[in-house]
């Protein structure tokens, strides 16, 4: 058997030998390896980044090392480089956590008094994810990948403009029957470019984002709601004129590997909000919080098995774990700091059938496992699916599992 590799000059294309043994061992290694991982459970809260591809969430929410299209520009510009045609995308994402489709489906009762709705939601959390429409002229969110120039000679630009609405609802404390409502709104707009390098055996990219952003939440007993309803909703629902604005930046590069090129393995790094988020706060203001910067590191493996289109990530993020979300980490030792580490591990297997009509996935995401699947069927909109978890509590908390669906039209 032979598997092509593309050589570092990118001039022509050599077969190498793999013995057969070979590639049965790398993928009784690499594929049981990725599965193991998944039984791995880590603490802390959940860390947060801007809008998330659903093929990365379901793969792990890897992207380090192989970013081709749009989504490049949230976790590394530089995979730009390798984008082959233009893309023009309007999708709509819907993204709920395992109690709002059961309370969908009339698994959770939310007939009767409040504080007998309370009851039934009584340890559980109703996470919504939904498009923002800012804009009465937007009615979906828009992503563009425009190639210029020859393979491995001249660049790509892309852009996103869009916006995302989380809605965390969640009802604790079985005495007072506490309500707490949280909402994250915010609309932003991204360009960036990538453009290979030496021949295609590197690729750098640039993007810049301004982004407007709300945090708000709010706490009540549901007695104490029915008596001040409006100034309750008033404290935990954002408005446009509460969003506040922040500009980051975000670098990025990737490596072909010249080693062991049966398995065509790359690497690269990336460096998200470079500099620092800050955003444009009035005074007194504690919301939204600034982010530090984000150091990633990232290798893909993507071996000719012969059965289907192979692709393996890798990802460590958040290197000098300063994330805005779990600052805990920071200074955390012993078996906290371990599970830290676990915590920012993103593993991914992707594999596309039938000239990637129909892929399926799956990972390791901050400790839990991933899946989803993607139907691209010629003439039809692209369906994809994604089925994660996320730890938002203590390390001795229940995992949130969340389902997330996307229908787009890409052209």
Not at 18 to 45: D, I
Not at 88 to 108: C, L, M, N, R, Y
Not at 179 to 198: H, K, N, S, W, Y
Request: charged fraction near 20%; hydrophobic fraction near 40%; aromatic fraction near 10%.
């Amino acid at each position: 058997m032979h598997v092509k590799c593309i050589p570092s000059d990118r001039s022509e294309t050599q077969e190498i030998p793999v013995p057969k043994r070979v590639r049965l061992f790398l993928f009784a290694l690499l594929l049981p390896t990725l599965l193991l991982a998944t039984v791995l459970e880590v603490g802390a809260g959940e860390i947060r980044r801007l809008y998330p591809g659903l093929a990365y969430l379901a793969r792990g929410n890897a992207g380090i090392s192989y970013s081709q299209d749009e989504y490049a520009l949230f976790y590394n510009p530089a995979g730009l480089g390798d984008a082959k045609e233009f893309i023009f995308v309007t999708p709509f994402v819907f993204e709920g956590s395992q109690t709002a489709f059961d309370i969908a489906q009339g698994k959770i009762s939310t007939s009767g008094s409040t504080s007998a709705v309370a009851q039934n939601l009584l340890g559980k959390t109703i996470h919504l994810r939904i498009p923002y429409i800012f804009k009465p002229t937007t009615l979906l969110n828009m992503q563009l990948v425009y190639p210029f120039g020859k393979r491995y000679s001249g660049f790509t630009l892309a852009a996103v403009i869009g916006g995302d609405r989380t809605l965390r609802i969640g009802v604790s404390d079985a005495v007072n029957l506490n309500l707490t409502v949280a909402d994250r709104l915010e609309q932003f707009t991204t360009i960036g470019l990538g453009m290979p390098i030496f021949k295609g055996q590197y690729n750098i990219g640039f993007s810049a984002m301004q982004i407007e952003r709300c945090d708000k939440s709010s706490t009540s007993s549901v007695s104490g709601i029915s008596s001040g309803f409006t100034s309750f909703v008033n404290n935990a629902v954002c408005t446009t004129g509460e969003m506040r604005k922040g500009t980051s930046f975000t670098l990025g590069f990737q490596q072909r590997m010249t080693s062991l090129q049966f398995l065509r393995m790359s690497w690269g790094m990336s460096i998200l909000n470079a500099g620092g988020l800050k955003f444009a706060r009035n005074s007194g203001e504690t919301t939204p919080q600034d982010e530090k910067q984000e150091v990633n590191i990232g290798l893909a493996m993507q071996p000719n098995l012969g059965i289907a289109r192979t692709l393996l990530l890798a990802d460590l993020r958040d290197l000098t774990k300063n994330h805005a979300d779990d600052t805990a980490c920071k200074s955390a030792g012993g078996t906290t700091a371990t599970n830290c580490w676990y915590k920012r591990l993103h593993l991914g297997l992707e594999l596309g059938f039938l000239g990637d009509w129909i892929i399926l996935r799956s990972g390791y995401n901050q400790g839990y496992p991933t899946s989803g699947w993607e139907l691209s069927l010629p003439f039809l909109p692209v369906i994809r699916y994604a089925d994660y978890k996320v730890e938002t509590g203590t390390p001795s908390g229940v995992a949130e599992q969340r389902k997330a669906i996307e229908f787009s039209l890409e052209f």
